[in-house]
């Protein structure tokens, strides 16, 4: 396989994941967030179950313990589009693919030419 | 798709200083790194690993006790590209345009999340291979170990700084932590075997020379 053939499967290789990614991810909490949840109580450590209510207390819980109340406005939420519902997902997940990419490329080009 | 690195909330702010005055040090490095050591002929291939990682790392997996756990890419990216400082870099980028676009891990807590994925998980990832690759001459059982390695060791990481941030008792965080990111390091180490091994049979010749898979 050539050179730029092997980059131009990559990266549909990574835009295929990125489409994907909405329809087979798991909506579990991911590790770091279930064990949160198992410390303030809305999850046993090795259950299934979510409290909802106490998930949704434990995360205001935890800025009282920590203090930082910091909160940011993202364009894209949880990589969402307000009022598209998976494909929205799908489409800023291949936007945010190709903008890593580009800058990626952008930032490596100049850094590897610069002595 | 729910949150997968460190929010806002989990450290106090001057704790999240710290961790970024620490990661920009590393970032410097990978600036550095990227510099003297990354050839131009390699740019598309790090773009590649760069775009391949953030659309993995959007696939969160199911695993037991009602959880789930996603990708990481930096043992990956440190091996294929022959540093450490390599998957700081790649890292880093992804980590920025998750988090200011997508709120996908803090702001403030950036740095932790960087010391974690992108330095923990590129120094576990690649020493661990250099070393296990060498003793066992055989580039694809190395690259799994040292993919599952990375991210349990920077799962233990992130559970110490709960324990200072206050948000986790130390003990609960390590075992949970560290019992969820087992399982979930099967699916690092095998998805760092798997695409090495896709690459390496594609061009051998873009591996880099420190990965010493040819050996």
Not at chain 2, 6 to 15: G, S, V
Not at chain 2, 77 to 82: E, S
Not at chain 2, 135 to 163: D, H, K, Q, T
Request: glycine letters at 10%.
């Amino acid at each position: 396989m050539g050179r730029e053939n092997l980059i131009y499967f990559g990266v549909i290789i990574a835009l295929v994941i990125a489409v994907a990614a909405p329809f087979v991810a798991s909506s579990n909490p991911d590790g770091l967030e279930s064990a949160f949840f198992g410390v303030f109580g809305a999850k046993e450590v090795q259950g299934s179950d979510l409290d909802e209510e106490a998930a949704g207390a434990a995360e205001e819980q935890v800025q009282e313990v920590t203090g930082n109340t910091f909160s940011f406005a993202s364009p894209f939420p949880d990589y969402s589009i307000e009022g598209m519902e998976k494909a929205g997902e799908a489409l800023v997940i291949v936007i945010g693919t190709l903008l890593v990419l580009a800058i990626a490329f952008g930032l490596g080009r100049v850094l590897s030419r610069s002595e | 798709m729910n949150i997968v690195h460190i929010p806002d909330a989990f450290i106090p702010l001057t704790q999240a200083a710290v961790y970024w005055v620490i990661a920009l040090i590393f970032i410097a490095l990978s600036l550095r790194w990227a510099r003297n050591e990354m050839k131009e002929e390699k740019v598309p291939l790090v773009a590649v690993l760069a775009a391949g990682i953030f659309a993995i790392q959007a696939v969160n997996v199911p695993i037991p006790w009602g959880t789930s756990g996603h990708m990481m890419g930096a043992a990956l990216a440190a091996i294929v590209l022959g540093s450490p400082f390599a998957a700081i870099f790649v890292l880093t980028l992804v980590l920025i345009v998750q988090g200011v676009l997508f709120g996908d891990g803090g702001i403030t807590v950036m740095g932790a999340n960087i010391i974690n994925m992108g330095v923990i998980g590129g120094f576990v990832g690649f020493y661990s291979y250099k070393g296990l690759n060498s003793a066992i001459r055989n580039p694809y059982p190395a690259a799994f170990i040292a993919g599952w390695l990375s991210l349990f060791v920077a799962a233990l990481v992130c559970a110490v700084e709960m324990a200072i941030a206050g948000t986790f008792p130390i003990e609960i965080g390590l075992i949970s932590m560290g019992l969820y990111h087992a399982v979930i390091g099967v699916i690092e180490g095998g998805i760092t075997a798997v695409a090495l091994y896709l690459i390496y049979t594609a061009r051998p010749d873009l591996i880099s020379d420190n990965a010493g898979v040819a050996a």
